[in-house]
């Protein structure tokens, strides 16, 4: 097996790299049919094509849904614990081309406030949402790092990948 850079991996690494990508697809079949189970496809592929500007601009609330319905595997998480998104503040800018997008900022809710993996949920929900055309910044509420203890804190703002404001 070779590496990203196609350099030949050693035995080890070979394998380890095996075992990684196969409980990757595994946990991403298990997500998937956990979502499935809870959500109907039908109404996600729905939400998935509403515009989350025009949502916003006119106040819907189907914008909690139809970011939701954005989310991969992180989605399966949320759902599993009882949590969601809350959006904090957006507001409406204009990329390069000169289409509108959303700059948002994000907060959690349910179980997922107390729960000890929230930093990597919210870099899965960023990442989710920043394939989205119409979405151009995810940053979180500060208000979340009261969740944290002091050492949690600090490894989410050092290593978590987000922003918060």
């Known amino acids: 097996m070779v590496d990203h850079s196609g350099n030949k991996l050693p035995v080890d690494e070979d394998l ?13 079949e298990e997500a998937m049919r956990r979502i499935s189970e809870s959500q109907s496809p039908e109404e996600i592929e729905r939400l998935s094509k509403l515009s989350l500007v025009k ?28 949590g969601g998104l809350l959006v904090t ?21 349910g179980a997922c406030v107390s729960c000890g993996a929230a930093p990597g949920t919210l870099k899965g929900i960023q990442d989710d949402l920043l394939m989205d ?20 804190k600090e490894f989410v703002l050092k290593f978590g990948g987000v922003v918060f404001v």
């Open 133 to 152: 055309d119409e979405i151009i910044s995810i940053r979180f509420s500060k208000s979340m790092l009261e969740w944290f203890d002091e050492i949690q």
């Open 16 to 28: 380890s790299e095996s075992y990684r990508k196969q409980i990757e697809d595994v946990m991403r």
């Open 55 to 82: 949502l916003f601009e006119s106040n819907d609330p189907e914008i909690i849904p139809a970011l939701m319905s954005r989310l991969g595997i992180v989605r399966a998480a949320l759902d599993g614990h009882g």
């Open 89 to 109: 503040s957006a507001e409406i800018e204009k990329n390069n081309i000169g289409n509108k997008v959303l700059s948002l900022i994000l907060d959690l809710d």
